[in-house]
């Protein structure tokens, strides 16, 4: 081996090494007192935005259109709701909120992209327990075409403190031009 390869050799796992190091540095991630990372639940393809219900349950959008309920720490096999979206890009399944008298109305609230239109849309459904009562969806809001943009399309949708709905989409902010 000449001395050349061999100073490449060494050159090579210098820069591994670094490389790692840096990398290791980039992605550790440190937590204030009293955090920690802990994994809820595996098996999830595309989770798009979560919602805890009041009763501690988490739902799950995924983007191809599923919502997943984990209780207990258990991803409960049936899902909540499947409902057809276009997921080109980043449309889909992409936001949920629960209504402010969930306890009491079982009212669940999903954004979504439809799979027949390039639109997406806003709308309530009814749960009972960890499903969605069949023929429940009831339209609030079809957004504006969206056309041919398959990016930016998510939704963070919550509830304020005096009760308003409010959506945030991209860097528009729909507040409070619907009163549920």
């Not at 960890?130 to 075409?145: F, H, K, R, T």
């Amino acid at each position: 081996m000449t001395k050349n390869s061999q100073l490449k050799i060494i050159y090579q796992l210098l820069l591994a090494c670094v490389f790692s190091f840096l990398v290791h540095n980039l992605f550790s991630q440190t937590y204030p007192g009293g955090f920690s990372q802990q994994q809820v639940t595996a098996g999830l393809v595309k989770p798009t935005s979560m919602a805890f219900s009041p009763d501690g349950r988490i739902f799950v959008t995924l983007q191809g259109g599923q919502c997943r309920v984990i209780q207990n720490g258990t991803l409960l096999a049936t899902p909540f709701i499947s409902l057809s979206v276009n997921m080109s890009g980043e449309r889909g399944l992409l936001g949920i909120a629960f209504d402010p008298n969930f306890s009491t109305n079982n009212y669940i609230y999903l954004y979504y992209t439809l799979s027949t239109a390039v639109n997406n849309r806003i709308s309530r459904f009814t749960a009972n327990g960890n499903v969605v009562v069949p023929g429940s969806e009831v339209v609030l809001l079809d957004l504006d075409s969206i056309g041919s943009v398959d990016y930016h399309n998510g939704g963070c949708m919550k509830f304020g403190p005096d009760g308003k709905f409010m959506l945030v989409l991209e860097t528009m902010v729909i507040v409070p031009m619907l009163r549920i």
